[in-house]
């Protein structure tokens, strides 16, 4: 069964950064579309980035407006791990951080990131505080 374990939140001031890390055990992270979701208190989760193969060897990755130029989203196939690189970090992106998975290809095609039910498998979360 695959289980996704999300580490390296914390606390950063603004302008900072942060380097989450989501784990996979029990199955090969490449044959899977990974998304990074997040929460902040009282509002709905929302859609990061997601990262899908177009080939073993090349990746696509999309991200949501309000992060694109500041967030990257990589697969790490030889540690099993997808990363979420957080630069120039905003009060605004303070929320917990979830990665999700599901075995599809076609997911993240389009520049598109689906929503959080088109994901079957959920990490527990790490929370990111950004100080301002």
């Known amino acids: 069964q695959l289980q996704l374990v999300e580490s390296g939140g914390g606390s950063v001031k603004a302008g900072g950064s942060l380097r989450l890390s989501c784990s996979f055990s029990g199955y090969q992270v490449n044959y899977y579309a990974i998304a990074w979701f997040r929460q902040a208190p009282g509002k709905e989760r929302e859609a990061v980035a997601c990262v899908s193969s177009i080939s073993a060897k090349e990746d696509r990755t999309n991200y949501a407006d309000s992060v694109r130029g500041r967030f990257v989203v990589s697969r790490d196939k030889f540690y099993n791990k997808v990363h979420l690189q957080l630069d120039d970090l905003k009060p605004e992106d303070t929320a917990v951080y979830y990665c999700?998975?599901?075995?599809?290809?076609?997911?993240?095609?389009?520049?598109?990131?689906?929503?959080?039910?088109?994901?079957?498998?959920w990490g527990q979360g790490t929370q990111v505080t950004v100080e301002g």
């Open positions: 999700a998975a599901r075995a599809a290809a076609q997911l993240c095609s389009g520049g598109l990131i689906e929503g959080p039910s088109e994901y079957d498998v």
